[in-house]
């Protein structure tokens, strides 16, 4: 069983960056892919980033190529999303997420997911 959640969400104006922060419990963590994705409001939910579970390999959303890096700290459980030049129509909630056994940007392969955290871009 893993847990997750998120932190580092808020309001920021459009250019502006934000680190969303994901804590993981349990003791398989660097075994698991962990991916983002984002939901804003009367939208499906949609994938962002994701990072290998030694995190090596990365991989990235149209929308999220050259303004956002995602990064993880094994020995502490945690995972990163840096996003910069932010615009309002990120805006969303942003969920992390854990797979044990794909390295995927389908939203269906992902086991653990976390509460969300909200940003909020302005214009």
């Known amino acids: 069983q893993v847990q997750l959640v998120e932190s580092g969400g808020g309001l920021v104006q459009a250019g502006g960056s934000l680190r969303l922060s994901c804590a993981a419990s349990?003791?398989?963590?660097?075994?698991?892919?962990m991916g983002w994705f984002r939901q804003a409001p009367g939208k499906e939910r949609e994938f962002v980033a994701l990072?290998?579970?030694?995190?090596?390999?990365?991989y990235f959303a149209d929308s999220a190529k050259g303004r956002f890096t995602i990064s993880r700290d094994n020995a502490k459980n945690t995972v990163y999303l840096q996003m910069n030049s932010l615009k309002p129509e990120d805006t969303a909630v942003y969920y992390c997420?854990?797979?044990?056994?794909?390295?995927?940007?389908?939203?269906?392969?992902?086991?653990?997911w976390g509460q969300g955290t909200q940003v909020t871009v302005s214009s």
């Open positions: 997420a854990a797979s044990s056994d794909y390295y995927s940007d389908y939203e269906g392969n992902y086991d653990y």
């Open positions: 349990g003791r398989t963590f660097s075994s698991h892919a």
């Open positions: 990072i290998s579970g030694s995190g090596g390999s990365a």
